[in-house]
């Protein structure tokens, strides 16, 4: 959905680097989502962010750091990357219209720590 | 831990079959979404059913949800090569962001 784009694309790391994965919607939405995908095990809720000012953990949070810089813009960190962190990283956005959150996500990140 | 289970885990079938695959999850929802995600590419949002719901449809899809049993199932009917991906269901609980299984990957050959 050309309206949640991430950067980079793709990304390759060594151990111990900090890396920045960044999230831009322009669909006006509130709420933001970082998740990690790993082969059959789905997708796992890293942060989300249901307003600016608003940051809550996912299933997954250590090792990971979130900046909600505007409503537009949600950042994730690795701040010091490891191995097992390699994987596709999707941002989503949703808007709760009607008491419901239908998500709308980004491309991903593909990212490799060797 | 994952809310929503889905199975099978994978699906083979051939063009013009039916596809269903099953959700099953563990608390209390507002409401169960299915979405779609193409090899590598973000999910795509499909279909949603409220907790009061029974049944919906969406053009070749049907969903249903069973709120006794906490378990949905997804129907694609008269399926196409179109339609292999992967799919997902989430569930959403109040307060808290939607949370997704582990897919079934559906392979349809032509």
């Known amino acids: 959905d050309a309206d949640v784009t991430q950067t980079p694309r793709n990304r390759i790391t060594k151990t111990g680097k900090r890396i920045m994965l960044e999230c831009s919607q322009t669909k006006g939405h509130d709420r933001m989502y970082w998740y990690r995908q790993d082969p059959g095990l789905g997708l796992q809720l890293i942060y989300y962010?249901?307003?600016?000012?608003?940051?809550n953990k996912g299933e997954i949070s250590d090792g990971y750091s979130v900046s909600r810089q505007a409503q537009a813009k949600f950042s994730l960190s690795l701040e010091s990357a490891i191995p097992n962190q390699t994987a596709l990283y999707f941002c989503?956005?949703?808007?709760?219209?009607?008491?419901?959150?239908?998500?709308?996500f980004g491309p991903g990140t593909r990212l490799t720590v060797l | 831990s994952q809310q929503g289970e889905e199975d099978p885990q994978a699906l083979s079938i051939q063009e013009g079959e039916n596809a269903t695959m099953n959700c099953s999850y563990k608390t209390s929802i507002n409401n169960l979404q299915w979405y779609r995600q193409n090899s590598g590419r973000g999910l795509v949002h499909l279909i949603l059913?409220?907790?009061?719901?029974r049944e919906k449809h969406s053009g070749r899809l049907r969903v249903t949800l069973d709120t006794s049993k906490k378990s949905s199932s997804l129907l694609i009917t008269a399926s196409r090569a179109a339609d292999t991906a992967s799919y997902f269901c989430a569930t959403d609980q109040a307060g808290t962001a939607l949370i997704f299984g582990k897919g079934t990957t559906l392979s349809v050959s032509s």
């Open positions: 059913i409220r907790s009061n719901e």
């Open positions: 962010s249901f307003d600016v000012k608003d940051i």
């Open positions: 989503a956005t949703s808007d709760r219209t009607a008491g419901m959150d239908t998500q709308y």
